[in-house]
């Protein structure tokens, strides 16, 4: 297609992004168009959600990570972040006869946290479950090709060393994502490890930033995917009290849909969900065992007043 | 400046269009000003034909004065005040969301912005049976939320999956859409995109979502596209009779007080701005659905009141409806 400067003059901008993602958008899904939130609905309920493993997160989750939406997960180190990340990267493949999405993954690892020992443990533990599930021919027969081998080749890794590669690769992942069809997950661990570094000039930082969750966003509902990201934590000086509050700013806090943090509470390790649009305020615990992120031995759920 | 577009008034189709383009007439400006006679020749049409159409134009874009007593007139026969559905935001915007105005709510993360939005939006398409155009810039929009919110409002299925086709979704995720969808909507799209049944409230969560990222620096163009976006906004909500929603996210000011984004220049767009935030004082057990919600512009009722917002209102349990219902079938 050739045009002359004055028709390139008058096109706006967005009518060549239009033009240029137009044909990569996925059928299912038309930018411009109204739709009723009744298709919403039916919508929503095709695409179903990831099981976390824990019982108590996917109840106060409504059914798990929900698809088609950004989860953002904050936590200080060592509370399990990149754990929770690898085992939604097994879960997500779980097999339809199972109820599972039998998906792929992206998994954007920036800090070089993605430890593939961890993967074949929770790998294991996972297809030791379902073998043990299975009762009729049909889940007989998946759990023959639903082994070690399959979960690890349905994972692709991108190792990003700073958010100029992160950016570059979120830019190219569209064409990725249409090689691909059944990639229904991407996980970006972490967010805040290359925003943290070499970025002098703090309001550069918040719009890059926003400009990568809109991208974030956008892209989540277009191909349909489930988003994950992970975010360090940081304090905060407040009446002379400091605070352990999430990381990157609190304009980055609207990117997600669903917020979830992580985090220690005398012995015990509990998730908590502060933003979220369809489920109320909830915090469980969790434990992170040899085979994965799993309920806490004592169900109760504490309700504890965090802000 | 207004675009010249398509049918923007009779006689002014595509072809002329494009020969007027061509004749570098872009803009309603362009052509009221430009000597008739030339254009006719460069574009090969009637004098006349051009003549009429320049008449209409300056008739659509011109500001004629209106007198005091006019205006009242039609105040009093063209706003409605649509109510929240919650009674303590209705006790701050002076009893609900004035027709013709731009609302704001401002808050931080998981300050329940989309959720005051949601409950707006169902109250208005279950109660009022009105339809609502919902802009979602940032994916946050989940019907299973507006179907709960319908279920504490009705058991009745039917009327729930009406009241969710009532609600037209468009899912945007940057600026120069929303300023294109916002454009389409003022210059009739509004009535095409309902499918052709009353709008009366038009929600966009959030403003400042796809703004911001294009605001500072060097560039001026986001700048412009807010002023774009929010003139749009603005004429829709006077030209429809709609009551408009927006939403926008805080920031801090020098001495670490809250206020709401998108600087000084966005601040003369709402009519009214409420600020959102969570509660410090929570009463352990339940600690998070309540809100406190600031007034802190407003034409109406004295800045800076504030009132305490329960998000669960809603979705609550207990019915207040039942007395409603009765009334609803008395009217039928």
């Known amino acids: 297609m050739f045009l002359t400067l004055p028709s390139i003059l008058e096109k706006w901008p967005c009518q060549w992004s239009s033009g240029a993602s137009g044909r990569r958008a996925s059928p299912s899904f038309n930018a411009g168009e109204a739709v009723t939130a009744l298709e919403l609905l039916q919508r929503e309920r095709e695409c179903g959600s990831i099981t976390t493993f824990s019982s108590q997160l996917d109840h106060a989750l409504k059914g798990g990570l929900p698809v088609g939406k950004v989860t953002e997960i904050c936590g200080a180190p060592g509370v399990g972040k990149t754990h929770l990340c690898l085992q939604l990267s097994v879960d997500i493949q779980i097999p339809r006869s199972f109820g599972g999405l039998e998906a792929q993954v992206i998994f954007m690892d920036t800090e070089g946290s993605f430890v593939l020992q961890r993967v074949v443990d929770i790998a294991a533990a996972v297809v030791r479950h379902f073998s043990l599930l299975a009762v009729d021919g049909e889940q007989k027969d998946t759990m023959q090709t639903f082994n070690m081998e399959s979960i690890l080749s349905n994972i692709f890794l991108v190792r990003c060393h700073d958010y100029v590669e992160l950016q570059a690769e979120l830019l190219l992942l569209p064409d990725f994502l249409r090689d691909k069809p059944r990639v229904r997950l991407l996980v970006i661990d972490s967010v805040a490890f290359p925003f943290r570094q070499h970025l002098d000039d703090l309001s550069q930082r918040t719009r890059l930033l926003q400009g990568l969750a809109q991208q974030v966003i956008s892209m989540a509902t277009r191909h349909n995917i489930a988003v994950v990201i992970t975010n360090q934590m940081t304090t905060r000086l407040q009446d002379s009290q400091s605070h352990l509050v999430p990381a990157l700013g609190e304009i980055w806090g609207h990117a997600s849909t669903t917020r979830i943090i992580l985090q220690w509470e005398g012995s015990q390790q509990v998730a908590a969900i502060v933003k979220s649009p369809c489920c109320i305020d909830t915090a469980i615990q969790y434990q992170i065992t040899s ?17 | 400046m207004v675009g010249l577009q398509e049918g923007m008034c009779p006689g002014l189709d595509g072809g002329l269009l494009r020969s007027l383009l061509a004749a570098d007439v872009k803009t309603v400006e362009d052509l009221v000003s430009s000597d008739l006679e030339e254009v006719a020749q460069k574009c090969s049409v009637s004098y006349k034909a051009l003549y009429a159409i320049r008449r ?7 500001a004629f004065p209106v007198s005091g007593a006019d205006l009242y007139d039609e105040l009093l026969s063209s706003t409605a005040i649509i109510s929240t559905g919650n009674p303590s ?9 004035y027709t013709g105005e731009v609302t704001e709510l401002s808050g931080g993360p998981g300050s329940g912005k989309s959720q005051v939005c949601f409950g707006v939006a169902v109250h208005v398409s279950h109660q009022l049976k009105q339809r609502v ?16 919110m319908l279920q504490s409002e009705t058991s009745d299925r039917d009327e729930q999956m009406e009241a969710l086709q009532r609600i037209h979704v468009f899912r945007l995720f940057d600026a120069y859409s929303l300023r294109d969808r916002l454009s389409t909507l003022r210059s009739g799209g509004l009535l095409q995109a309902s499918g052709g049944g009353s709008v009366k409230a038009v929600i966009v969560d959030s403003v400042s979502a796809v703004i911001s990222p294009l605001l500072g620096g060097k560039q001026n163009e986001g700048m412009s596209l807010m002023i774009q976006a929010a003139l749009a906004l603005k004429t829709m909500a006077k030209d429809f009779g709609v009551a408009v929603l927006v939403t926008n996210h805080v920031t801090r000011g020098g001495r670490g007080e809250v206020q709401p984004g998108l600087g000084a220049s966005w601040s003369h767009i709402p009519r009214s701005r409420i600020l959102l935030e ?23 009722q004295p800045c800076l009141i504030k009132e305490e917002l329960d998000l669960q ?6 019915r207040r409806s039942s007395g409603k219902r009765k009334r609803d079938e008395a009217d039928s």
């Not at chain 2, 969570?278 to 109406?300: E, H, V, Y």
């Open chain 2, 313 to 318: 209102w809603w979705s609550r349990s207990e």
């Open chain 2, 278 to 300: 969570r509660t410090d004082r929570a009463p352990s057990g339940c600690s998070s659905t309540l809100r406190s919600a600031t007034l802190i512009k407003s034409s109406r």
């Open chain 2, 89 to 97: 935001l209705d006790k701050l915007l002076d009893s609900g969301l």
């Open chain 2, 56 to 62: 209409v134009l300056l008739a659509q874009h011109t």
């Open chain 1, 291 to 307: 085979e994965g992120f799993r309920d806490a031995n004592q169900p109760e759920i504490t309700l504890t007043n965090r802000r």
């Open chain 2, 133 to 148: 155009i919902y802009i979602d810039t940032t994916g946050g929009l989940t019907a299973s939320r507006l179907l709960e």
